[in-house]
């Protein structure tokens, strides 16, 4: 399948850059960690679903640090034009980015989670699962938005604004995943999120790169 | 292999291109001259399928594969070696034998001992020649260049001499600062206002 | 076009000759205005996204302004929905915002999201390629609509496990529903007029800017 191979230069290409570079994951672990000491002090004492909307509301924020930096190596240097021109589907671009994307998100969650399990409450593991799932979801609607951002003005400011209230709904899954009594509907409702989202950012990226 | 007919590119109320009739045969050579601005960028671009015209159409006798695009910038990531950076465009645009045509242009274009430091470290003629070999990795039937010799010093412009020639028969659209170097190769001339 | 405007006026006449409900009383006319707003508002969203569907799918760059003006004006309806809740809210408990309101938080949400349509289209050339993104984004948002009512209903759940008494569904006479009717046919011809309106004067705009590039 020539499509997942084209999809998976790309993502390679970007797991490549990251580690040259090495700017963007240790960003986002940082930030992690700084928001869960600054919400420590924000937030009362014995406040247990506080601690979980603090996780959720972390987890947006670091996606969307990742985001902004995911079309950076493509805006600067004009290669998504290169991109756009080659044979492959465009949307395999799409895919490839989110797959990065998604990736560095993992990885920072994979040093955030046990820190916030340390410092606030251990995760359960519906909590694991809808962080996982919301991932992949934030990920895909997320690198569409991304792509709208990189051609416009004042992109940074630009991209929270198109990106949160679209992670709204990820916000309520996650959460009511991690405080519910019966996260299966929380976390089912992640999963079609995921899936209507996906679908979508798959269909309308090609619109989104090529005039 | 190109027909444009009454081409025209607007950019919300800017006017860049108006009207454009363009005919480039198979095999044929035309050079694009014109101020700065002029829109010789624009049309290379609304050839290449970068941009999609407000008026008019143009109509390219061969797919996104067969086609090699050079841009003012070179299109290559700064942080990636020449190596990395070929190896994806290969990837992408399915060559056979990957290595040893990255192996061989690198070589024509002089590039092969730096082949593994990163572009950012390439002086910009350096970069250009990269561009270059990118450009014409796929071995493509229909070339785009869009001012070739930037940039480059005198050997690099020998290399993109003796380049240039050895693809006669394929077909170009080159704008360019200095049509007169090109004028042996050329078949015709365009002029934008 | 006149004569719509008036239909939409004569809604305000439906609002006195309608019967008083049992258990609001008189705060609850503001019912006919409320929801047919927000129904205006959802009609006028799905509208520009049509619009934008139609842009990718033919290329005809007319279908920009039209995405974009029905945006606007869906913008405009649900920050009058956000509006006349808010009013409905504060007569009916004392409060002007209650999150237990799920239709305002999803008007809320996709306030946010909408208003965040603007930013784009400004932040981008006026081009072929603002056009597609824009597109791109509403048709975003008609999916965003199902998803955060989805969302919201959950939220709701675990946030509210005490429910809101329902209120607004009181069609049981004869005289609410045709008033509802009448409300609502009114209030979506003055979007539509609000629409075209707008959208003839963007493409007069659009037009003289052209022929100003022309001559000069």
Redesign the interface.
Known sequence: MTYLRDAAALARKDLLLELRGRETVPAMVLFVLAVFVAFRFALPEDQERAAAGLLWVAIVLTALLGLVRAFVPEQDQRTLDALVLAPCDRSAIWLGKSFSVLAFLLVAEAAAVPLFGLFFERPSAATVGAILLADVGLAAIGTLMAAMAVGGRAREVLLPLLFLPLAIPVVIGGVGATVAADPARYLGFLALYDAIFAILAWATFEYVVTE | MISARCLSK??????VLQGLDLEVPRGGFVVVTGANGSGKTTLLRLV?????P?GGSVEVGT???R?G?L?H????????SAL?NLD??G????IAERRERIGMLLERFGLWTARRD?VASFSRGMQQRLALC?ALLHAPDLLLLDEPFNALDEDGAALLDGELDGLRGRTFLVATHDPARLAPLSTAQLALA | MLALVLLGAGVGLALLWAPEDADQGATQRIFYLHVPVALTAYAMLGWGAWKALRLLWTREERYDLASYTGVHIGLIFALLTLATGSIWARASWGVWWDWRERQLVVFLILFLFYSAYFMLRYSLEPGGARGRISAVYALVGVVLIPVSFLAVRLADQFLHPTPLIRRGGPDIEAGMLFTFGVCFAGMLALGATLYANELTGKRLDARLRELREVLT
């Open positions: 607007r950019y919300g109320p800017k006017r290449a399928g970068l941009a999609a407000t797919d996104r594969g086609i695009y841009a910038e070179p299109l290559v990531y700064r942080e990636l990395e994806l465009y990837r992408l645009y399915r990163p990118r």
